[in-house]
């Protein structure tokens, strides 16, 4: 019987070796690897990466080698606290990622993240702040006592997690549309 040369995808190939030496060490066993799919199957078995982000078709699913690694950051207000969150004492919280403050009642996460409010309004003139509270501890005699300027700043009171996604991806499509048109 004449032995037929047969070429399988890549990513099927390098395994091949592998199985064919491990069965070389035990004498006895033959291993015969079929794949009696049509060839053109064979090569489009797997959808390709770009297949999948075409499909998907939304905004936020991306190859990971588009991904934009440029990182902003919010000054704190805070030498030490920028060096905590970002390595460095001229960094800061990120300013292109979701920053939650968490800790037990009364430790001044409310008045730390208002500092870090204002710096970013004051050194970002056309931004705007979306805060989310989930203790209700903001209000307008705090924020004007702080010297936020209350017309760039929203205050989203949210109880769940749930809640907080629901909103947070609202205000999330809303900039992405009035970014993209």
């Known amino acids: 019987m004449a032995e037929e040369q047969f070429k399988f995808p890549d990513e099927i190939e390098e395994e091949v070796p592998a199985v064919k030496a491990e069965a070389e060490e035990k ?22 990466p770009e ?5 998907i078709g939304d905004d936020y699913t991306k190859l990971a080698s588009d991904i934009d690694e440029t990182e902003t950051y919010v000054d704190t207000g805070s030498y030490i606290f920028n060096a905590l969150v970002s390595g460095s004492i001229f960094g800061g919280v ?3 990622k979701i920053t939650a403050i ?3 009642s ?29 203790e209700a501890a903001v209000n307008k005699s705090l924020i004007e006592s702080r010297g936020i300027d209350t017309n760039r700043f929203v205050v989203v009171n ?17 900039y992405l549309k009035k970014l993209l048109s």
């Open 158 to 174: 949210v109880v769940t997690i749930e809640e907080f996604r629901s909103k947070a991806l609202k205000a999330v499509d809303l």
């Open 106 to 134: 009364s430790t001044g996460k409310t008045f730390f993240s208002l500092a870090v409010v204002k710096n970013f309004l004051d050194t970002h003139p056309d931004g705007y702040c979306l805060y989310f509270d989930t």
């Open 27 to 48: 004498p006895g066993i033959e291993i015969e690897i079929v794949d009696d799919r049509p060839e053109e199957d064979q090569k489009n078995a797997q959808p390709l």
């Open 51 to 55: 297949e999948i982000v075409k499909e």
């Open 102 to 104: 968490a800790g037990e």
């Open 94 to 96: 990120s300013g292109n």
